[in-house]
């Protein structure tokens, strides 16, 4: 595991934390302080803010980033489910906190993402529009919001101009789903679209303007 997510668990999720390993660490944050003053040593370890119980300072006699690797293990291990990664729309990358709302490494932001979308694959009604046949995978979709298609490479937000729901023909066959339906993409967009539509794509639905 790397430390930028046991940092990210250890410092967001410390609820977690057994009893012995909030003491083990507030020990070694007063030891720390305390490395260049012997006095003050003195005085936190008579208040017990620095441990001298056997069972406290053990947890930390392989080393600090042995004692929050070992914490992170036992709270994934036993309570995965109470642990929000709260990862990068686009690139997947784990952000600076459970509230961010913008990458620090690809820069995305997603404070106007209200839903996602699975697509399952791309269908042209004649004289109308080109729809985008899938699933939602979460939040609710209305006319007006745009599909970022940046992460499928087409660097486009297209407004959804209508939604189709269910029984509606794909390649001949009965298809059951919702289509999201647009007028703005060029017949290269729509080739490119059909192309990576077998790959099950999920794109975000934003709306126009940051909410």
């Known amino acids: 595991m790397d430390k930028e997510t046991i940092y990210y668990i250890i410092t967001y999720f410390s609820n977690l934390m057994t009893n012995r390993e909030k003491l083990a ?11 260049d003053n012997p006095e003050m040593r003195k005085i936190l370890t008579k208040r017990n803010w620095i441990s001298s119980d056997p069972e406290i300072t053990s947890l930390l006699q392989n080393g600090y980033d042995e004692f929050e690797l070992k914490i992170v293990q036992r709270i994934m291990a036993e309570t995965p489910e109470k642990v929000f990664f709260n990862t990068c729309p686009q690139c997947n990358k784990l952000a600076r906190t459970p509230y961010a709302k913008q990458c620090r490494y690809c820069q995305y932001s997603w404070h106007n993402l209200v839903a996602k979308f699975k697509i399952d694959s791309v269908f042209q009604l004649t004289n109308r529009g080109f729809y985008l046949l899938g699933e939602i995978v979460e939040g609710e979709i209305h006319p007006g919001q745009l599909m970022d298609l940046t992460v499928l490479g087409l660097h486009k937000k297209i407004k959804i101009e209508s939604i189709e729901l269910g029984n509606k023909p794909n390649n001949g066959k009965p298809w059951n789903g919702i289509g999201l339906g647009t007028n703005e ?3 290269e967009d729509k080739l490119y679209l059909k192309q990576q539509s077998s790959l099950h794509p999920i794109i975000n639905i934003i709306t126009a303007q940051p909410i």
């Open 185 to 187: 993409l060029t017949e």
């Open 25 to 35: 660490l507030k020990s070694h944050m007063f030891t720390y302080k305390t490395s």
